[in-house]
């Protein structure tokens, strides 16, 4: 701060000791450089003190200590001035007003994931093990830390200075995580840029359930690299925008972050929309309770009224996704659960417009596989396909996670029924449900509604026998979701399902470059054999097919030839119990293996978790981030293990370019890996 006066006084008297020169020398120069030079300085000195002041320095992040900066104790109240914050306003008040009327709801809506998507980071919010713990990856060393209400990390300097800066590579840099995204299978810290309130993202992510720090770049489906990024205000971007209630990006032509939002994480009024006036309203009849008609109850607002925002006394503003047709109900939902953007960029900026009751298609475009979005995409200078590609199968059909309402709103039971998202989930646990909290908010599924009683509620079960599945009713064959909801869709670390409600049918899935449900069961049989059944089955004409669909089971194919979301999804299915029961899994592990040195972090991962499921494979010692050398060593060992094996004798060998006698016909195996599909895949989930 002294130096940055220094060099305002400095200046201020170099320039007033140029006019005074000039003035004994030219009067007209003088003149000219008193109307311009010292009022251009007093206005640069202005707008550098007022950005001083919107962009305070934060306390020493560089000591090699205990992240407290010179022996000084920090505390995380220090670097509120450094990040986002919960403003209230727009009619948005918090959760926590909610409990005085709605104790139950609020207590299922703590339990869920939605709640916890984003965090103020604390040692008892964060998942992650901050207890002194390193990691090494790609030659650089990180270190987590707590100390008092603050987790700390420390990495090379030169992971978070700007390109091109000359810096050692042994310079080391302390800072602190001040928010958390994510708690349900991983979880994303973001550090404090220093500049009004942007983030950093830390570049290791959390993963849960294998309870370890990995790269972030290991934990999505896109193309490797060894490059290090910490994405340097994608929060303040992107996440924000469906990772909490009510977001504003509040970015000046400075490009400095003044980021709010009215709660961390996805609250109540993210759904029911703002709860002031609901507040309000009942307060007020509370305090004039003659105004009630008799036995009237809760007045509930009108459609009408609803779609333009309209409130007025006698009604209550508040929304209840329950009372909604199937449309505006399931839209709530979209309005994070889409592949869509704003109509109004500026929203982005200044908070959102969409509010629930209210068209979707009002403040929202989904983005489709036509000419409008094609038209859209041009405009904001990207490439129409490669943004297809990363989130869309070649017929439009969505193919990642987090965008379940792009995948419903295209389904018949929605276009032409009265499908909705709560048709199947439950915001709210209900008091009869006998699940465990963790249970329930796994996927918050409303009771029964992980079997076909999701579908007979409208489907009559009578006429879905076995005459229609064609398995036994008891088996994983006959579920309906199995075959109408496979899982195509990738994100997370896994395979999920499609919330496109579709059948299968070899010509179109091979079309599109996706999967089909019955091969995704029936690993081990070929695509002829698939097309065989449903022409028969059900009429749908088989396609002309080549000589390595005819001859070659489809797990194969896709687990050897396929692209890398191809790969990902092949082989979280050859750890799905259903199809190892169809597809006699003894067979699969030499594919799992085949893919524990594969070019892309995320299918590794998903072969090295299914591959240790399997009897015989479970103590080996692979892991998926380890150095390539390593990678190659258990590979060799897992192979050895299943040179070694006896495996029962199947009749279908030779698609699984399998000799009778056990062996890997090589040569089949390694020209087909060589066809593998190269192109580099970035899928957006």
């Known amino acids: 701060m002294i130096g940055e006066l220094t060099v305002f006084v400095v200046f201020w008297i170099v320039a007033f000791a140029a006019t005074a020169v000039a003035f004994g020398k030219n009067r007209r120069l003088g003149k000219l450089l008193f109307f311009?030079?010292?009022?251009?300085?007093?206005?640069?000195?202005?707008?550098?003190?007022?950005?001083?002041?919107?962009?305070?320095?934060?306390?020493?992040?560089?000591?090699?200590?205990n992240g407290a900066g010179d022996g000084i104790e920090i505390t995380a109240a220090v670097y509120e001035p450094f990040r986002p914050v919960e403003v209230a306003g727009d009619g948005y008040t918090k959760a926590s007003a909610c409990i005085e009327c709605h104790d139950e709801?609020?207590?299922?809506?703590?339990?869920?994931?939605?709640?916890?998507?984003?965090?103020?980071?604390?040692p008892e919010t964060v998942m992650g093990n901050f207890n002194n713990q390193t990691a090494v990856f790609s030659g650089r060393t990180y270190h987590m830390t707590e100390n008092g209400d603050l987790c700390w990390v420390e990495l090379p300097t030169?992971?978070?200075?700007?390109?091109?800066?000359?810096?050692s590579p042994n310079e080391r840099t302390q800072l602190p995580i001040v928010m958390s995204t994510g708690?349900?299978?991983?979880?994303?810290?973001?550090?404090?840029?220093?500049?009004?309130?942007?983030?950093?993202?830390?570049?290791?992510?959390?993963?849960?359930?294998?309870?370890?720090?990995?790269?972030?770049?290991?934990?999505?489906?896109?193309?490797?690299?060894?490059?290090?990024?910490?994405?340097?205000?994608?929060?303040?971007?992107?996440?924000?925008?469906?990772?909490?209630t009510n977001p504003k990006q509040r970015l000046s032509r400075e490009f400095v972050f003044d980021t709010q939002v009215s709660e961390f994480g996805i609250s109540c009024e993210a759904c029911h929309g703002p709860g002031e006036e609901h507040i309000a309203f009942h307060r007020a009849r509370r305090e004039k309770p003659d105004s009630r008609k008799p036995g009237s109850g809760i007045v509930a607002t009108s459609e009408a009224e609803r779609s333009n925002g309209s409130s007025s006394s006698t009604t209550d503003p508040i929304i209840n996704p329950r009372d909604l047709d199937h449309r505006l109900s399931s839209q709530v939902c979209g309005n994070c659960h889409a592949m869509a953007t704003h109509l109004d960029p500026s929203t982005r900026n200044n908070g959102h417009t969409y509010r629930p009751g209210k068209e979707l298609s009002e403040s929202r475009h989904l983005y489709r596989c036509n000419p409008d979005s094609e038209a859209l995409l041009k405009r904001q200078g990207q490439d129409p396909q490669a943004f297809y590609d990363s989130v869309f199968w070649g017929d439009g059909m969505i193919r990642v996670t987090g965008r379940e309402f792009s995948g419903l709103s295209e389904s018949p039971c929605y276009q032409r029924g009265t499908m909705s998202c709560i048709s199947c989930h439950s915001m709210h646990k209900?008091?009869?449900?006998?699940?465990?909290?963790?249970?329930?908010?796994?996927?918050?599924?409303?009771?029964?509604?992980?079997g076909d009683h999701a579908c007979t509620q409208c489907h009559d079960a009578e006429d879905?026998?076995?005459?229609?599945?064609?398995?036994?009713?008891?088996?994983?064959?006959?579920?309906?979701?199995?075959?109408?909801?496979?899982?195509?869709?990738?994100?997370?670390?896994?395979?999920?399902?499609?919330?496109?409600?579709?059948?299968?049918?070899?010509?179109?899935?091979e079309a599109a470059g996706r999967p089909n449900a019955c091969n995704l069961c029936h690993l081990d049989q070929t695509l002829q054999w698939t097309a065989e059944k449903l022409e028969a089955w059900y009429g749908i004409?088989?396609?002309?097919?080549?000589?390595?669909?005819?001859?070659?089971?489809?797990?194969?194919?896709?687990?050897?030839?396929?692209?890398?979301?191809?790969?990902?999804?092949?082989?979280?299915?050859?750890?799905?119990?259903?199809?190892?029961?169809?597809?006699?899994?003894?067979?699969?592990?030499?594919?799992?293996?085949?893919?524990?040195?594969?070019?892309?972090?995320?299918?590794?991962?998903?072969?090295?978790?299914?591959l240790k499921t399997m009897k015989g494979f479970q103590d080996l010692d692979y892991d998926y981030v380890s150095k390539l050398a390593d990678r190659v060593t258990a590979q060799a060992e897992a192979i050895q293990r299943w040179d070694s094996a006896r495996r029962a004798k199947e009749s279908n060998d030779r698609q699984l370019l399998v000799t009778p006698d056990g062996q890997l016909l090589s040569q089949e195996f390694f020209e087909l890996a060589e066809q593998r599909d190269d192109k580099p895949m970035f899928l957006n989930e």
Request: aromatic share 10%.
């Open 430 to 450: 209900e008091s009869e449900d006998t699940r465990s909290k963790a249970s329930w908010s796994d996927d918050q599924l409303a009771i029964d509604m992980d």
């Open 36 to 65: 311009i030079l010292i009022p251009g300085l007093g206005i640069t000195t202005f707008a550098m003190w007022q950005m001083r002041i919107a962009t305070p320095t934060p306390p020493n992040q560089t000591d090699s200590g």
């Open 158 to 167: 030169n992971v978070v200075q700007p390109a091109g800066q000359k810096i």
């Open 464 to 509: 879905y026998g076995k005459k229609h599945t064609h398995h036994d009713l008891s088996s994983s064959g006959s579920r309906c979701y199995n075959c109408h909801m496979p899982h195509t869709s990738y994100g997370l670390m896994k395979a999920n399902r499609s919330h496109q409600l579709f059948s299968p049918n070899v010509a179109m899935d």
């Open 541 to 610: 004409e088989k396609p002309a097919l080549d000589k390595d669909d005819s001859e070659v089971a489809a797990g194969v194919q896709w687990a050897l030839a396929g692209d890398a979301g191809m790969r990902a999804i092949v082989a979280w299915h050859m750890g799905w119990k259903p199809a190892r029961d169809a597809a006699h899994s003894d067979w699969m592990a030499r594919y799992l293996a085949h893919l524990l040195t594969d070019p892309y972090d995320v299918v590794r991962y998903i072969a090295g978790k299914s």
């Open 105 to 122: 709801q609020y207590a299922s809506w703590h339990d869920s994931y939605h709640r916890t998507m984003t965090q103020l980071a604390t």
């Open 183 to 244: 708690s349900h299978h991983m979880q994303v810290y973001w550090f404090p840029m220093g500049k009004g309130r942007m983030l950093g993202q830390f570049p290791l992510v959390y993963l849960k359930e294998d309870n370890r720090w990995v790269p972030r770049k290991s934990c999505f489906l896109e193309p490797p690299t060894d490059a290090t990024d910490i994405e340097v205000g994608r929060w303040n971007n992107t996440c924000l925008q469906c990772h909490t």
